[in-house]
């Protein structure tokens, strides 16, 4: 990685973690949209590429996490 490369993660970095401080100041909603938003950016980067087990995986463990809490 170079140097270009490794500022541009830590800004990443550092907007990623202020974003889910003020979403978690916001409250718990807030925090479950702001964690929603970034892993469908995560999957929809993904799909793009060509690369469809990020949007396969999470919904995978959405369809567990609701089968889990909706019996």
Same mark, same amino acid.
């Not at 909603?29 to 702001?34: A, D, E, G, N, P």
């Given at each position: #990685?170079?140097?270009?490369?490794? /500022? &541009?993660? =830590?800004?990443?970095?550092?907007? !990623?973690? =202020? +974003?889910?401080?003020? +979403? *978690?100041?916001?409250?718990? #909603?807030?925090?479950? &949209? ?5 892993? $469908? /950016?995560? *999957?929809?980067? +993904?799909? /793009?590429?060509?690369?469809? $087990?990020?949007?396969? +995986?999470?919904? *995978?463990?959405?369809?567990?996490? !609701?089968?889990? !809490?909706?019996?």
């Amino acid at each position: #990685m170079n140097p270009s490369q490794a /500022k &541009t993660l =830590s800004n990443q970095a550092d907007h !990623y973690n =202020s +974003a889910q401080h003020r +979403a *978690a100041e916001q409250g718990p #909603m807030h925090l479950i &949209t702001f964690w929603t938003n970034v892993c $469908r /950016k995560l *999957a929809k980067d +993904a799909l /793009k590429n060509g690369d469809p $087990r990020v949007a396969e +995986a999470l919904a *995978a463990h959405l369809n567990d996490f !609701y089968q889990r !809490y909706t019996q």
